[in-house]
């Protein structure tokens, strides 16, 4: 299946076109930048400036052991900051893997969520760590656990491209069926993001290939509308098929 434009245009028009589109998408990428601010390399989309509001969240920020030890005894270890981040949330979005452990070890709740119903987990399944990961999963984080929006750990692991993340997610019981507010799965986030390696790996999960969001879309046409012919090859290898004309121009 060929996506590409059929018409090609006159060379003039072409360019003119393609150096307003780019204009665009610079002025574009400028304001997201603005919008979002990243701390550290990170985005409002997967993380959040920590508010600490402890000294126990403080030392999760910080990594420093010495000044956690210290920290436990005067308590606070499950109290969240005005951003709803309890200190294990902290310090796993810091990735300091030893405050995680000593955090478990002292008993914290692993499942406690934050105002937009993401936990710990979910937090970490966005990293490329699978240690992090696995230490959650030890200590009882609900593989299954959903966001407000009902994104899971699986979900995440799928739209960032982390295979052994994603590993040890099923390992532990997570479902590869579960579907978000979209009615969109797993397989659906790697399309959207373009991890295509993940894609025959998710295939064996038994995702039904041409499901539909509630949009009325599939992950072909999520590809085509990317314009990933890669992906849209490798999904028609498995049986995809493009939904309906009825179906939604805006996957």
Do not use: C
Not at 35 to 58: D, H, M, Y
Not at 157 to 168: D, K, P, S, T
Not at 170 to 188: I, K, T
């Amino acid at each position: 299946m060929d996506i590409t434009h059929s018409h090609p245009q006159p060379a003039g028009q072409l360019r003119s076109l393609l150096e307003w589109s780019f204009a665009l998408l610079a002025a574009l990428l400028v304001a997201l930048l603005l919008i979002v601010r990243p701390w550290g390399g990170k985005t409002l989309e997967t993380s959040f400036q920590p508010v600490v509001s402890s000294p126990v969240a403080e030392a999760a920020m910080t990594g420093d052991l010495a000044a956690l030890e210290r920290a436990i005894p005067v308590g606070g270890l499950d109290m969240p900051g005005a951003d709803g981040l309890t200190p294990l949330m902290v310090a796993v979005q810091e990735g300091h893997l030893p405050v995680v452990d000593r955090l478990l070890a002292a008993g914290v709740a692993v499942n406690h969520r934050n105002q937009w119903g993401q936990s710990a987990l979910i937090l970490a399944a966005q990293w490329d760590n699978p240690e992090l990961v696995t230490r959650l999963l030890t200590a009882g984080a609900d593989p299954n656990a959903r966001t407000d929006k009902g994104r899971t750990a699986l979900m995440r692991a799928a739209q960032y491209g982390h295979a052994e993340v994603l590993e040890r997610l099923l390992a532990a019981g997570a479902d590869p069926q579960a579907v978000d507010h979209r009615g969109e799965d797993a397989l659906f986030y790697a399309v959207r993001h373009g991890q295509t390696a993940l894609l025959p790996r998710l295939l064996t999960l038994g995702l039904e290939v041409n499901r539909v969001n509630l949009k009325g879309a599939n992950p072909l046409q999520v590809a085509v509308t990317r314009g990933d012919q890669t992906t849209a090859d490798l999904l028609i290898a498995h049986g995809a098929t493009l939904p309906e004309e009825s179906s939604a121009s805006q996957p």
